[in-house]
């Protein structure tokens, strides 16, 4: 009995100590939802909408990009790469959009400024989801500005989900952001 009672606490007390170490360890990195940080994209636009249903047993994600299309150069319209899990899905620019098929479960988001600026490659926004299979999810990525010469400069970027309704509406009318690698 004695013997017992010794062997209780001890699987205790390790139980314990595993517990304590676990909580002890640090986070992994939440720029761990980013792709490799040394890809870059060129993104061309496709056509305008094209949503499709999920696949069985998947979710559907979608990233749409807002940015003015009206501006006639690009740095109104930033380059930012999609990652999802620490794998890049592509690039969007100006009024464009990303799709993935995705597994259920818990992912995590990665909106990451591509820009050879110091100041606008360090903007990132993140988010994390519970996807279920049969559903879709939609985030809309808007830039933010800042006063200055010209009308400003693009100054953050701000990735945040939204409706059903309003995300279809807006991939309606977004082009689909074919992008790759750069080599």
């Known amino acids: 009995m004695r013997s017992r009672v010794l062997s209780l606490v001890a699987c205790a007390f390790a139980s314990c100590s595993l517990a304590i ?5 640090p986070p992994a990195s939440p720029l761990a939802a980013c792709g490799d940080d040394k890809t870059s994209f060129d993104v061309t636009r496709g056509a305008i909408g094209g949503q499709v249903d999920p696949a069985p047993g998947k979710a559907m994600l979608y ?6 299309l009206n501006d006639k150069g690009k740095i109104g319209r930033p380059l930012v790469r999609q990652g999802l899990d620490g794998t890049w899905i592509g690039a969007t620019q100006g009024f464009t959009y990303v799709s993935a098929p995705i597994d259920p ?13 110091k100041r606008w490659s360090d903007q990132v926004s ?4 519970e996807a279920v299979a049969g559903k879709t999810y939609y985030f809309r990525l808007q830039i933010g500005y800042e006063a200055g010469v010209d009308g400003g400069a693009p100054a953050m970027i ?11 509406l807006l991939v309606s009318e977004a082009a689909r952001s074919s992008s790759k690698p750069k080599s």
């Open 126 to 129: 993140l988010n994390n989801f």
């Open 158 to 168: 701000d990735l945040q989900p939204i409706s059903e309704d309003e995300g279809r």
């Open 63 to 68: 990233i749409i990009e807002l940015a003015d």
């Open 21 to 25: 170490a676990a909580q002890t360890l």
């Open 105 to 117: 479960g818990i992912h995590h988001l990665c909106s990451h400024w591509q820009s050879r600026l």
